[in-house]
């Protein structure tokens, strides 16, 4: 089983719809999690980080976390054309910072 | 705001040079690390660094090496470049305590050998 699990997509939304992306992760001990949203050829941004279940909202983002479950979703709305990007999920491991492989997310005029 | 800065956007080596990378912090960050990124590979861990003069394996160091110096500075050194270590080069660095604190990246440096 992989450490962290993400569809690569592309997931194709129109604009002004909401934007659902989903990471599972396997480590029960994870504390941390963390969205981030890459442009093609740039960096990886941090966007969202959340702690402990529930909802948290940043804007027109919202992160979900479900330790028991063990997967993180972040939820963007107003879905907009500058939303199109690559999102990493990351969780912290036992020493380091664990990454998803991302989902390549595209909003369609 | 954390600024982490790498030294070159991009970079063009030639097979069997020795190259370095350079990687600075103005945030006071304990932790340092280096990442490279390959399409459909993700990001994967070369090296990283809890301290001056300290520095761990990640999960793919064959072929490189690291220096910490300066708590600000972290370099990736590639002893004898290849061209299978063609890629996007990201540094980022956090606070100690790294379990809750995200990264914060640099802006790459796209690194080709040919």
């Known amino acids: 089983q992989k450490e962290v699990e993400q569809n690569s997509g592309p997931l194709s939304v129109p604009e002004g719809a909401i934007a659902s992306l989903n990471c599972t992760y396997s480590d029960r001990g994870s504390q941390s999690f963390f969205w981030y949203r890459q442009y093609s050829g740039k960096s990886p941004e941090l966007i969202m980080s959340?702690?402990?279940?529930g909802d948290k909202e940043d804007g027109r983002f919202t992160a979900q976390l479900n330790k028991a479950s063990q997967y993180v979703s972040l939820l963007i709305r107003d879905s907009q054309p500058s939303d199109s990007a690559t999102y990493l999920c990351a969780f912290s491991g036992a020493s380091k910072i664990i990454f998803g492989s991302g989902t390549r997310l595209s909003i369609r005029p | 705001d954390v600024k982490v800065t790498q030294s070159s956007r991009y970079l063009v080596k030639r097979t069997g040079e020795k190259v370095f990378l350079e990687c600075v912090q103005d945030m006071d960050h304990e932790n340092m690390f280096w990442y490279r990124q390959d399409p459909g590979l993700g990001l994967r861990l070369i090296y990283f660094s809890y301290d001056v003069k300290m520095k761990e394996k990640g999960d793919i160091p064959e072929g490189y090496s690291v220096s910490r110096e300066k708590k600000e500075r972290f370099s990736l050194i590639l002893e004898s470049a290849s061209t299978n270590q063609t890629s996007m080069y990201l540094c980022?660095?956090?606070?100690?305590?790294?379990?809750?604190?995200?990264?914060?990246f640099g802006n790459g440096t796209r690194l080709t050998v040919t």
């Open positions: 959340i702690y402990s279940n």
């Open positions: 980022a660095s956090t606070w100690t305590g790294m379990g809750n604190s995200p990264l914060h």
